[in-house]
DNA sequence: GCGCAGGGGGTCG
DNA sequence: CGACCCCCTGCG
């Protein structure tokens, strides 16, 4: 159903921000400079006029419900900001770039095989392959004249061969994300257990029971699905921002992983993952 | 222009 | 620790 929601007063939204920080692979820049998106069974709009948010779409459900659960309207960023801001310069500098950023709650099985597919990979490509697999296995939706489609069900790609996977351009992801997926199908392990477990620690250790999920897309996850505000994803960007920032390492692939987990918990504490976004689109755009 | 390394939000054996 | 599929980039 088409629905419309207009957001007032909100300071901590920028479209931009949010879309291009790295959490997400299916949001595209429209000419006017807003962005359209598909999620679950949404297509959504969204556009920022002055001081609105203006979001726009086929909604299932009500829009503003919806919105509010997927956009983390319910979390004072304002807050986590200037706590964050006080930290350091770095971050101070990092949050004043990109003060925009929401961390999205995205649905937990997309968020699953996009990582997978994540591995090794661009972010260019990353996207044409999850278009690819949405094309080929999900269901059309048809707003303004555009067809745009669904992320594919368990089921639904449950039906697919190692080669079907391989056509879309995957290529030696094929197998993790057959295997996963077949998993999940074969309920060795369920999406409810994985959103209801409380413990990050054991979280991650489930998480990373799933072929093609190691210790970085485990994070990810976590991150960008389920809330864990507090885990600390370590991939090649982060890595070099904190050995540039804080070790000043020459060679910084002898930065192990493990200082860099210590050193985001001794100075980020539970907001680690959040300042890992700021940190990271602040570089990787600059 | 063309061909060929080099490397990309890692994971696995 | 090296290979891994694919594709895009940079350099000769």
């Known amino acids: 159903m088409e629905q419309k929601y207009i957001l007032e007063n909100c300071t901590s939204f920028k479209p931009a921000d949010i879309f291009e920080c790295g959490q997400c692979f299916r949001w595209n820049k429209e000419e006017d400079g807003s962005y359209t998106g598909v999620f679950k069974n949404n297509v959504l709009n969204v556009k ?6 203006i979001f726009e779409g086929i909604c299932e459900g009500d829009i503003k419900d919806v919105c509010r659960d997927y956009f983390d309207l319910d979390t004072n960023y304002e807050e986590i900001k200037e706590k964050l801001s006080n930290i350091d310069e770095y971050l101070k500098t990092s949050i ?21 597919i994540s591995a090794n990979n661009n972010i260019p490509r990353i996207k044409v392959i999850i278009d690819k697999m949405c094309k080929k296995y999900g269901n059309c939706i048809k707003y303004k004249g555009k067809e745009y489609y669904t992320f594919p069900s368990i089921e639904k790609l449950g039906e697919a061969s190692v080669e079907d996977i391989r056509t ?3 290529g030696f992801r094929d197998k993790r994300i057959y295997e996963t997926t077949q998993m999940f199908l074969n309920k060795e392990i369920t999406l409810q257990e994985l959103e209801s477990e409380e413990d990050t620690d054991v979280l991650r250790e489930k998480l990373m029971t799933l072929s093609g999920v190691g210790e970085k897309v485990a994070d990810c996850v976590m991150l960008f699905s389920l809330k864990k505000y507090n885990v600390f994803p370590v991939d090649v960007w982060v890595r070099r921002v904190m050995n540039e920032l804080y070790i000043k390492e020459d060679d910084e692939k002898k930065v192990s992983k493990k200082l860099l987990q210590k050193l985001a918990k001794e100075k980020y504490a539970s907001l680690a993952g959040l300042a ?10 600059a």
């Not at 920022?48 to 948010?53: L, T």
């Open 48 to 53: 920022k006029e002055g001081e609105k948010i």
């Open 96 to 116: 004043e770039y990109g003060s925009g950023i929401r961390i999205l709650n995205q649905d937990l099985w997309e968020t699953i095989i996009s990582f997978i």
């Open 168 to 170: 879309l351009g995957v």
């Open 276 to 285: 890992q976004q700021y940190l990271f689109y602040w570089k990787r755009e």
